[in-house]
């Protein structure tokens, strides 16, 4: 009875240990893309489902991560706030938010586009005491470009940046199904071919509906990495509480078209990240001269 006990109890510091890490800290992870698209060498950094969280008194060891990765311009994708939390109001989760846009807008473009945590005050305007309309104009007048169905096009790099805010049916716990192309078309505009599109699609469910629509590139987070990874399998969990969901990190290849998956940086509601620490995300995009 002894043995099993040490054994829990070493097990349980273990991880312990490991959750404190991961929800406190985060790493760096790289991607090269090359398009015939692409006028110039051009790179951005991707920060997704921060919910708030501070890396260092007002996030000074995010904003010099990404300063030393000297990005050309920074894309937010959603869950920069948080919706519901513990231990914290979303008020402060928005503070916290608004004064990283404005540190970093100092130096970089900044392009936002909501996820669900920020749609959710839209959605369920009783419960905040802010709205939604004033969360968007905090962050516009913060320095961010703010994607809200809209777009962005940076005609020197021959990219456009288009940002997606679901309805909140497409986020429902029992909705399965695909996205239909026209509510596409209808939220974000028809695609012109001659730029390489940036699509902003906080959540990855519906990935293989952006690359048939024909997004060059999608950025998407949500899954939090799947708040464990376990080897050889990847993330456990998705926030539809479905086990071992497809795309809960990395880049991904649909329909010659790519994906990429970042695990997020913060937590909500639960702290909890297991082998998973944050993610910043770092894209180089090239011109491909073949």
Same mark, same amino acid.
């Given at each position: ?22 929800? @406190? ?199 939090? %990495? ?26 991904? @290849? ?21 082998? @998973?620490? %944050? ?12």
């Amino acid at each position: 009875m002894g043995f099993i006990l040490f054994i829990f109890s070493a097990c349980f510091a273990f991880f312990t240990g490991v959750i404190i890490s991961d929800v @406190n800290d985060f790493c760096v992870t790289g991607y090269r893309l090359k398009s015939k698209k692409i006028k110039k060498r051009v790179r951005f950094v991707q920060i997704t489902d921060l919910h708030g969280k501070e890396f260092g008194p007002d996030n000074k060891r995010l904003a010099a991560a990404v300063d030393r990765l000297k990005p050309d311009f920074v894309i937010m994708s959603g869950d920069i706030m948080s919706g519901k939390n513990l231990g914290r109001t979303s008020e402060s989760t928005v503070d916290t938010a608004e004064s990283l846009i404005r540190k970093l807008s100092l130096k970089y473009p900044v392009y936002f586009a909501p996820g669900n945590h920020e749609q959710r005050v839209e959605w369920l305007p009783d419960l905040f005491s802010f709205t939604y309309k004033e969360m968007m104009e905090r962050f516009a007048k913060a320095g961010a470009k703010v994607l809200d169905n809209d777009e962005y096009i940076r005609i020197g790099d021959g990219i456009c940046i288009k940002g997606l805010a679901l309805h909140k049916d497409y986020y429902l716990k029992k909705r399965k199904g695909r996205l239909p192309f026209a509510y596409l078309d209808s939220a974000v505009g028809k695609l012109d071919e001659k730029y390489f599109n940036i699509l902003i699609a906080h959540t990855p469910e519906y990935i293989r509906d952006y690359a048939g629509w024909g997004a060059d590139l999608t950025l998407s987070g949500h899954y939090h %990495g799947g708040i464990m990874k376990l080897p050889f399998i990847g993330g456990v969990i998705s926030p539809k509480f479905r086990l071992f969901p497809e795309y809960t990190f990395g880049m991904f @290849n649909e329909c010659g078209k790519k994906q990429i998956v970042s695990c997020g940086l913060g937590t909500h509601t639960l702290p909890v990240r297991v082998f @998973n620490p %944050g993610e910043l995300v770092c894209v180089d995009l090239l011109p491909d001269k073949k």
